[in-house]
């Protein structure tokens, strides 16, 4: 745990400015201190003194650590989710969706905050299940949830033969992840990702896919 006190290290703090930006200033500063120090060893006073705030007021904001952490996560998964979800409301062709929801999801585990926040996350449920159950809802459950949607409505136009829109969900979000999680989770010093290597991972997930679950097979090719 941090010895840092009030009185020190002046220089790393950020003045939070106030009013109704301050919530969303203390969970940028909250975000620094999670991925320098982890969420055991992070305390409510640390990330007051860091943000230039009394603990009162960072408190008055969040009324938990796990609350802070639940909602720093949330913003850092924000835009992923607004990426695939406008993606995954597109009319377009089905292997086209595919591959950008494939690149989207694959970009966001080798970002180096999402995946620290995704390692910290899985080092404390054993002591905090909830805080996994919270992340999973917000995270990997709801892309789970709108691709299965997006699956289902594809089947209605036959554009997807699959009987069990979920099942085949779970099938293409392992396609993408299930080389790079692990990578990312117990030795991301080791990834070496090239974006030539992502697409071209992303690439051969969908015409698998599509080779199963698309009534076009693997010709429907993804997007050149």
Avoid: W
């Avoid at 120090?37 to 009324?63: C, D, I, K, L, P």
């Amino acid at each position: 745990m941090s010895s840092e006190t009030p009185g020190s290290g002046k220089r790393s703090r950020v003045r939070v400015p106030r009013g109704e930006e301050r919530r969303s200033g203390i969970a940028a500063v909250a975000e620094r201190v999670f991925l320098k120090h982890g969420f055991a060893e992070t305390t409510m006073r640390m990330v007051a003194v860091e943000a230039g705030a009394s603990t009162e007021t960072v408190y008055r904001h969040f009324g938990s650590k796990d609350e802070m952490f639940i909602e720093v996560v949330g913003n850092r998964t924000q835009e992923l989710h607004q990426r695939i979800e406008t993606d995954l409301e597109s009319t377009g062709p089905l292997p086209v969706v595919l591959e950008s929801v494939g690149m989207s999801l694959y970009g966001a585990i080798i970002m180096p905050e999402v995946s620290t926040l995704a390692c910290i996350i899985v080092g404390e449920v054993p002591r905090n299940p909830a805080l996994g159950e919270a992340f999973y809802a917000m995270a990997p459950g709801r892309t789970l949830t709108k691709l299965t949607s997006y699956l289902t409505d594809a089947r209605a136009r036959g554009d997807f033969i699959g009987d069990d829109p979920e099942l085949a969900a779970n099938m293409f979000i392992g396609l993408i992840m299930g080389k790079i999680l692990p990578v990312r989770l117990f030795i991301p010093h080791l990834d070496d990702s090239s974006p030539a290597q992502v697409e071209r991972h992303v690439r051969e997930a969908v015409r698998i896919f599509l080779s199963v679950y698309h009534r076009g097979g693997a010709r429907g090719g993804g997007a050149t």
